[in-house]
């Protein structure tokens, strides 16, 4: 029994413990997205109401989704929604989905991550009958992250540590594929949003030379400058023009929503 009890603990040893004091279960976050006033979608972040277990471990379930409106509807009609399992402790994803109906575009994406065994099973859902292809595995690093996680991630660092311009490296996996997600800090400001003034830590995702994006640094992120670091704005700069996304909603902070006015 005591050999068995050694062997559990030191599998679970494995697992990285990051501090959180930014997040929990029961956050919802409401955005507009627009291409100067003309809206374009709306987008959704939840954390459920209540904690899951995926590979034995407690988990929270995050949600996003992402509805187009208006002419956008017309034209290109989206409706997605990107899913992830979040370690509560290690903040890494034991699971992944995205579910995409963009126009006739459509993909049903899931993903399992072993991080035992350093592997992600990526299986695809045939867009017609919905029967699962043959599942995929590929090698993964240690503590690497999906997108959404990703975003969930960056709010538990500590900013006071790092200096302007300073590139922050994440494993990430994405499309069967790992990569270095890089994420410039620039440094802080003072925004106006719907909800009031707030100060915002101002971040830059590195994008490699793409023919949608004007630049590697053509996207701008500012979350707020206290201990929930909600994401409240992203500005995409894009050959076509900017695309926005604002925060016009909070519910369920963690540590209460405090502006300056």
């Known amino acids: 029994m005591a050999l068995f009890l050694l062997v559990a603990f030191s599998k679970q040893a494995t697992y990285r413990e990051v501090e959180n004091h930014s997040f929990d279960v029961g956050e919802s976050l409401e955005y507009r997205v627009h291409y100067g006033l003309l809206n374009a979608a709306t987008a959704t972040m ?11 471990r407690p988990c ?8 187009s409106v208006g002419v956008f509807d017309l034209i290109t009609r989206i409706n997605d929604n ?24 459509r993909k049903y994406e899931y993903v399992d991550f072993d991080h035992q065994k350093k592997e992600a099973i990526t299986t695809i859902l045939d867009k017609k009958t919905k029967e699962p292809h043959e599942p995929t595995i590929s090698s993964i690093p240690k503590n690497v992250q999906d997108m959404v996680s990703s975003y969930y991630y960056i709010r538990t660092l500590d900013y006071s540590k790092f200096t302007e311009g300073e590139i922050i490296t994440i494993d990430a996996f994405f499309d ?3 990569y270095d997600f890089k994420i410039r800090y620039v440094g802080k400001e003072t925004i106006r949003t719907k909800l009031g003034k707030f100060k915002a830590i101002v971040l830059q995702p590195l994008l490699p030379k793409n023919g949608l994006f004007a630049g590697e640094d053509a ?3 500012w979350i707020s400058d206290d201990t929930n670091k909600i994401p409240l704005k992203i500005k995409a700069s894009m050959f076509i023009g900017a695309i926005e996304v604002d925060i016009k909603k909070i519910t369920g902070a963690r540590n209460g929503v405090p502006v300056l006015e």
């Open 82 to 105: 990107w899913g992830t399992y979040i370690d509560t402790a290690a903040i890494i994803p034991h699971g992944s989905y995205r579910i995409l109906e963009e126009g006739r575009y």
């Open 219 to 221: 996207i701008k992120v």
């Open 60 to 67: 929270y379930k995050v949600d996003i989704y992402g509805r």
């Open 46 to 56: 939840q954390i459920s109401e209540k904690v899951v277990y995926r590979n034995s």
């Open 176 to 178: 069967e594929e790992c």
